[in-house]
């Protein structure tokens, strides 16, 4: 069987391509050609790399994958991606707005920070930022007005951190995507009360809730919300 690709639905710069197998991964096509960042397979169609997706590895694939229909991130975007870590949905992002978009990646982890610069360092449009994604007033000057926000991060209060940037740095119309993590926030309570309270502080501050996705069983216990501004 010959490899087939196809424009995903709804998505910009995200394809889902149907391997030898029968499979079918998603994938975006490779910035920066013949290099991997965690060990993605590379595939090359009709003279295009592509990097298929792991949705085991990213919480944005697993959304896609059960169901998030339309994600906000297009070509040319400038986004605010808070938790960073090494940088795996950072990449996917990054190949996603291109060399006419931005990513900010924000990690406070030193060590993690280092292997995202490591791993990414070919990247024109990704620019490492070492913060506490919680005190946003302290990389102010380092981010412009943004399209979307992506918050992955494993601390308490995820929501209200989330909040405090969009307020910063969220355009009018901006969106935002929050991948909650019930057990950073509170491990004693059923993560569907940890979903609730959550989306109920996201409410609160006026935000539209367009859509919540539980991940399973690519991540157990995180939900992925989108919120309008």
Same mark, same amino acid.
């Given at each position: 069987?010959? &490899?087939?690709?196809? +424009?995903? #639905?709804?998505?910009?710069? &995200?394809?889902?391509? =149907? @391997? ?7 994938? $975006? ?23 298929? *997706?792991? #949705? ?7 959304? !896609?994958? %059960?169901?998030?229909?339309? &994600?906000?991130? %297009? ?6 991606? @808070? ?6 949905? =950072? ?21 993690? @920070? ?8 070919? /990247?024109?449009? =990704?620019?490492? !930022? ?5 005190? #946003? *007033? +302290? ?8 399209? =979307? ?18 307020? $910063? ?10 991948? !909650?993590?019930? /057990?950073? !926030?509170? +491990? $004693? ?10 989306? %109920? ?11 919540? &996705? ?16």
């Amino acid at each position: 069987m010959n &490899i087939q690709v196809q +424009s995903y #639905p709804n998505m910009e710069n &995200i394809y889902s391509i =149907v @391997l030898e197998d029968g499979n079918s991964n998603l994938a $975006t096509v490779n910035l920066t050609p013949n290099k991997t960042v965690y060990g993605e397979r590379l595939v090359e169609i009709q003279g295009q790399e592509f990097r298929l *997706w792991d #949705p085991y590895k990213s919480k944005l694939a697993a959304a !896609i994958l %059960k169901g998030l229909s339309n &994600i906000p991130i %297009k070509f040319g975007d400038y986004v605010l991606y @808070l938790g960073a870590a090494s940088g795996t949905t =950072v990449s996917h992002v990054s190949d996603i707005v291109g060399t006419r978009g931005h990513v900010y990646a924000v990690d406070f982890s030193p060590r993690s @920070l280092r292997e995202l610069v490591s791993n990414l360092s070919s /990247r024109i449009n =990704v620019f490492p !930022i070492l913060a506490d994604a919680r005190s #946003p *007033w +302290s990389y102010r000057l380092l981010v412009e007005k943004v399209d =979307v926000i992506y918050c992955d991060i494993a601390q308490l209060e995820q929501a209200r951190i989330l909040i405090k940037n969009i307020n $910063t740095f969220l355009k009018v119309h901006g969106t935002a995507l929050l991948a !909650i993590k019930s /057990r950073s !926030i509170d +491990s $004693t309570k059923e993560p569907k009360v940890v979903f609730k309270e959550e989306v %109920k502080v996201l409410k609160q501050e006026g935000l539209n809730i367009k859509a919540m &996705i539980p991940l399973e069983p690519y991540d157990r216990d995180h939900m992925m919300v989108l919120v309008e501004k």
